[in-house]
């Protein structure tokens, strides 16, 4: 069997595992780059100085943060333009409302509601006017918009309004690029759309990141795909990455807590990860992280596609202590040069646990108080059990695994935690995940029982969730249905169901 190599940039350190059906066989560490590729190529580089062979290599895989950041920090975005299939219903409320102001002004690249949307059941509410796609081209060409997202009322149920309008939009702007909400979020128009607008906005920035770091790999002398992480804990292809780079979100946590099940070999628990500046803290369900059943809000932004549930903490080896304060600034990437056990000048959580015995690093011991060092790490354990508590779920004690270049800041005993596990690789946990991770087809859908049995709808699901997978990249002869779940939706008319359901194989 050939070679997985998996890669995490975090924002600390980029790892990087050599795997082979789950067995990890090599890995290294190495501080994350500015512009990504670059500290994705010393990571690969590494590897191979270990004696791993490019010809061996299968595919690398490779998880990401850039594209959450792009948006947190509001860099590198595409003025978008967003076109919502409505009229004459669904004008109350227009795209980017309550969005925050400094967002708004980064991207929005105009508003046009037209002709167009379904109802719940998946009637038209009126048919597409072509004479009004074309006056919104006309419109997108005159400001130099290149990027645009197509929403439709009730699109997830049937797609096929917004394909049509995205296909006209194109053929009238060349270069355009069109993200399509119903294969991004699910119920919801507002937070669909909002979704399909972050989405949008990425997917310039995604095939210049994309590009480099498929160039990086080539140049590493590995002739073999290239996949990234998305943030349900499966893989996608840099060309499907590139066409949905919100899929990425949260795709580091994801890792690690699919790392971390494959090292501690459990499916359910919890899974803590303390880097160099936070901690995320997710729970395990059958292997994959739990999902959150909530709406969620990037960037101040509430969308409501799929994210992992992750309760994240300011909290990491690199948090700066100062006096009864225990982060959230941190020295980050710059430990071994500002960490006093490094001889550096600033106190560190680190610094707390190597007076405490918990870690032996750098080349100084820190001339700390005992007192000191008790209360801080107190006031850090403390921040963990809090968290411990808020991410359970029920009264019965669940196993914890503890992963993370300082997951030695986790104490030995938690209140409702049977065990806690510390795998050896655990500080590359986020690789592991990576290197390990499986194709996922996913189906989210609101059936109506009316013109087809329970039978059928699921048959039907289950099946679209299989050509999803495949067309994913599984392989047919492996694909697995690991989830179905069905809601009956006794709020709308007639009968009604909405299904979930989540198909999993391994890469073809």
């Given at each position: 069997m050939t070679l997985s190599l998996g890669v995490d940039v975090g924002g600390t350190h980029t790892d990087a595992v050599a795997a082979r059906d789950g067995r990890v066989l090599a890995w290294a560490k190495r501080p994350t780059s500015a512009d990504v590729a670059s500290g994705v190529a010393s990571a690969l580089q590494a590897l191979l100085a270990e004696g791993v062979e490019p010809a061996d290599v299968g595919r690398v895989c490779v998880g990401t943060t850039h594209f959450t950041n792009a948006v947190l920090e509001r860099s590198s975005l595409s003025r978008?333009?967003?076109?919502?299939l409505c009229r004459p219903a669904g004008t109350g409320i227009p795209p980017f409302s309550d969005w925050p102001a400094a967002l708004r002004t980064a991207l929005d690249g105009g508003s046009f509601m037209i002709?167009?949307?379904?109802?719940?059941?998946g009637r038209l509410i009126s048919s597409l006017r072509p004479e009004?796609?074309?006056s919104v081209a006309g419109e997108l060409r005159d400001r130099g918009i290149k990027s645009a997202a197509v929403c439709g009322i009730f699109a997830n149920l049937d797609g096929r309004?917004?394909?049509?309008a995205a296909s006209?939009?194109?053929s009238a702007c060349p270069g355009l690029e069109v993200t399509v909400s119903h294969e991004i979020g699910r119920t919801g128009l507002l937070e669909r759309e909002n979704a399909s607008i972050l989405n949008a906005c990425l997917v310039p920035l995604a095939r210049r990141v994309l590009g480099s770091l498929a160039a990086c790999v080539r140049a590493a002398g590995l002739r073999c795909p290239v996949f990234v992480s998305r943030n349900n804990g499966s893989l996608m292809s840099c060309e499907t990455a590139a066409r949905y780079p919100i899929q990425t979100f949260a795709s580091g946590p994801t890792n690690s807590i699919r790392g971390a099940a494959v090292l501690a070999g459990i499916r359910e628990g919890l899974v803590l990860d303390i880097g160099g500046t936070s901690s995320d803290l997710g729970a395990l369900v059958a292997g994959y992280p739990r999902p959150a059943s909530f709406a969620v809000?990037?960037?101040g932004v509430r969308t409501n596609f799929q994210l992992p549930d992750i309760l994240s903490l300011p909290l990491g080896g690199g948090s700066l202590v100062r006096g009864e304060n225990i982060g959230p600034e941190s020295v980050g990437c710059e430990l071994e040069r500002r960490a006093i056990s490094f001889g550096g000048p600033d106190l560190t959580a680190t610094d707390l646990a190597v007076v405490a015995g918990l870690v032996s690093l750098g080349s100084r011991r820190p001339s700390v108080p005992p007192e000191s060092v008790a209360r801080g790490l107190k006031l850090i354990h403390g921040r963990i059990r809090e968290a411990v508590e808020r991410m359970r779920t029920g009264p019965q004690p669940?196993?914890?695994?503890a992963v993370g270049g300082a997951a030695f800041l986790v104490p030995d005993e938690l209140p409702g935690v049977s065990e806690i596990l510390r795998p050896a690789l655990g500080?590359?946990?986020?690789?592991?995940?990576?290197?390990?991770?499986?194709?996922l087809g996913e189906v989210d859908r609101i059936v109506s029982l009316e013109s087809m049995g329970r039978e059928q709808a699921l048959e039907t699901v289950v099946e679209t969730a299989r050509k999803r997978a495949v067309a994913a990249g599984a392989d047919p002869r492996t694909l697995e249905v690991v989830e179905v779940e069905e809601i009956p939706l006794a709020y709308l008319p007639g009968t009604s169901s909405r299904f979930v359901v989540r198909v999993e194989g391994r890469l073809e």
């Open positions: 978008t333009a967003v076109i919502r002709s167009g949307g379904l109802e719940h059941d009004e796609l074309e309004q917004e394909l049509e006209r939009l194109k809000s990037m960037g669940v196993r914890l695994v500080p590359v946990a986020n690789a592991v995940g990576a290197a390990t991770a499986r194709v």
